[in-house]
């Protein structure tokens, strides 16, 4: 069942003084983290600003970044050829009801915990069977590592992405929700879909072989219920993009 006529609903009887809106985006600045294989961060320079010969203010800047880093969306030509990109992702992959399946009590206790079909059986006792057409969040509390980059990926050595740690999905888990939720897309306040020691990142490739997007390091997950929120997670719209800076952010009613 298609979740449009939902989102319509949504975005008529949308009124900012009865509804909250939560931003589940880290601020890209210098400190912002990026895979450690990455060549490069984000680099923002000043090109004017001051007065002008008229006499008024005006500045201007220019910024330049990798696809990947900060909260980002993984578009399914990450992993997929022929994949949809950033420019030809279907809108009601990005803009969606969620839900968030909570695990950071088990990822305290194992840094390289993974989702499984179990904990998405437990929340569906608790709060009904998934719909399709749902963005499905994984709330591991890593958000509150960000930007320390030591305690968020579970290791600093320059350029080596060998010695990771930190939660995400587990392939099983990921698999029952593209396959038989059918969600519009996933996402995780972690580095990636996959968990730290993925050496063959088996999440992005099921993910992006169904054409299901991923957003990637989001934060203030904690704030969300685990049901009830819509969220707007759009990308940079670039032509035959892998992936891109979010804005995304998280609509719910006030209480």
Known sequence: MSTLPLLLAAALLFDPAQSEIIDLTHTFDEKTLYWPTSP????????????TPGGW?????????????GTHLDAPIHFA?????TATLPLDKLVAPAIVIDVSAKADVDADYCLTVADIEAWEKAHGKIPPGTIVLLRTGWSKRYPDRKRYFGDDTPGDASKLHFPSYGLEAAKFLVEQRNV?????????????????FVVHQLTAAANVPAFE???????LPEE???????????ADGTGGPLHAIALLPKQ
């Open 217 to 223: 390091n989001l934060a203030n997950l904690e704030k």
């Open 57 to 69: 203010f005006y500045s201007a800047a220019a910024f330049c970044a990798p696809e990947h880093g």
């Open 40 to 51: 490069s961060g984000f680099e923002h320079k000043m090109l004017s600003k001051g007065k």
């Open 81 to 85: 050829e022929g994949g949809d990109s």
């Open 184 to 200: 519009a897309a996933i996402g995780v306040d972690t580095a990636s879909i996959d968990h730290g020691p993925s050496k063959d």
């Open 228 to 238: 009830g929120a819509i969220v707007v997670a759009l990308p940079m719209k670039i």
